[in-house]
């Protein structure tokens, strides 16, 4: 594995350029971004700027074709991330000059190590409750295997788009809502679907008019796959924050979604426990089916922050199907204080990160 990666990282420094007349290459001028390798595919970035975009287009292409030579690479993923004071072009990007989600100030991702444990669920109750503290909340749901936003917020209308050819989010409990499902249809089959979502959430990203949003949710496909992979590199992530049931917090799948992330130096936000506890629905008693606080003592032997537990409560799973999140139906019922509280420990964590951080803008 470090053979290939070697074997990469001299390709990349055979690529010479020459710099305000200085010849080097693009690993000593520091074009590259990030370099991933997994079961011989090569995930990787070029810092670009964008009025230059022609200049980096014909870099990724030469990028692609040397990598392309070495023997034993399955796979080689090369997207531009933006990086305004490259030194191929020092000129300043202006805010009103960008679109798409260029205006967005931080993205979370909202990610789970396996499907069915209530990541839809948390990330749009999160979107809500972040919108109860007073921002500006958009919630972009790229879970391609199981789309479940659209049946959350009881909508599957067509967005529209507007006279500039910007695809509108449905507006629906004062947040900005976009789906993978909006674009493609229930019926499409599995297997067309990896192909057509990079494409889609390229859509997303660069072409819906997601406007000024303090944040954005982006609730992601399960697991640990290539598009997982391609997406949290692609989109410019302030965070993650990781959903798990008791049972999975302690296996290998939520530590796996772990280490994605910090491959693709997306910093881990916490873990929320979903699911932890049962609460009757008949006398209120709360039983802890599967011990107590068992969740927060394996963050912290991960060494993440455990950022709360949300219970296996009948209200949830109904006011989900009925298209009413309970942030939305009863705000003040005991759990949606909860997720209350997780979002203000998300916020408050985010907001000291990206006070230290300037984050990448995407291009592709
Ligand atoms: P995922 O996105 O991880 O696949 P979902 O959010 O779609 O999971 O949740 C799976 C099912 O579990 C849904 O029917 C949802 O209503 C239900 N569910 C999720 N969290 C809870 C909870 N805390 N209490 C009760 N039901 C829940």
Redesign the pocket.
Known sequence: MSQIKDQVIDKLKSIHITLNGKKSNIIDEKFIDDVVIANKKVFLSIKADKSNIEKYNQLKVKVENELSKIDGLDKISVSLTSHNDNQLDKTQSNKSSRKGIDLVSNIIAIA?GK???????TSINLALAINNLGYKVGILDA?IY?P?IPKLIGESKKPKVSDEGKILPIIKFNISIMSIGFLISEGTPMIWRGPMVISAINQMLNDVDWGDLDYLIVDMP?GTGDVQLTMAQRVPMSGAVIISTPQDLALIDAKKGLEMFKKVNVPIIGIIE??STFICPHCNKETYIFGKEGAEFEAKKQNVDFLGD?????V??ET??NGNPILSSNPEASVSKKFLSIAEKIVSKVSVSSSTKNPNIIIE
Do not use: A, F, H
């Open positions: 789970s499907g069915g444990v209530g990541k839809s669920t879970d199981g479940s399960p979903n699911m949300i219970p296996l409560e009948v949830i799973r989900s199907d």
